[in-house]
C-alpha cells in the first residue's frame, strides 16, 4: 500500500507561482497531478514515470508547470508558474503501478487546494 501526501497548496494572485509536493510512504513506478475545480470534472495535469523521468503534459498547462521527482525523498512535485484564475482547483497527487505515463492510477492522495485570484 503507498500512502500520498501533498503539501503546498494555498491562494495566489494571477500570474504568480506555487509549487505542490507529493511525499510517497512506498514505491512507486509513476506519478501524477490531476486536479478539480468546483462542479467540473477531474482532469489530468501531469505525469512522470519514476525511473527515466519522462513527463507528459497537458495541453491547458504546457509551458506553464514543471512535474519532477527526487527519487532520494521519495517525494514529487509540480512547479507552476504563471498562474491563472482557471488554474483554480483541488489538486491530487496519484500513483501507479505501472510505469506508464499513460496509466490508470492506483493511489490518491487527499487533494490540496490552490487558488488563483484575478
Known amino acids: 500500500q503507498v500512502q500520498l501526501v501533498e503539501s503546498g497548496g494555498g491562494l495566489v494572485q494571477a500570474g504568480g507561482s506555487l509549487r505542490l509536493s507529493c511525499a510517497a510512504s512506498?514505491?512507486?513506478?509513476?506519478m501524477g497531478w490531476l486536479r478539480q475545480a468546483p462542479g467540473k470534472a477531474r482532469e489530468f495535469v501531469a505525469a512522470i514515470n519514476w525511473s527515466d523521468a519522462s513527463t507528459r503534459y497537458a495541453d491547458s498547462v504546457k509551458g506553464r508547470f514543471t512535474i519532477s521527482r527526487d527519487n532520494a525523498k521519495n517525494t514529487m512535485y509540480l512547479q507552476m508558474n504563471s498562474l491563472k484564475p482557471e488554474d483554480t482547483a483541488v489538486y491530487y497527487c496519484a500513483a501507479s503501478r505501472s510505469g506508464s505515463i499513460y496509466a490508470a492510477y492506483d493511489y490518491w492522495g487527499q487533494g490540496t487546494q490552490v487558488t488563483v485570484s484575478s
Open positions: 512506498g514505491r512507486t513506478f509513476s
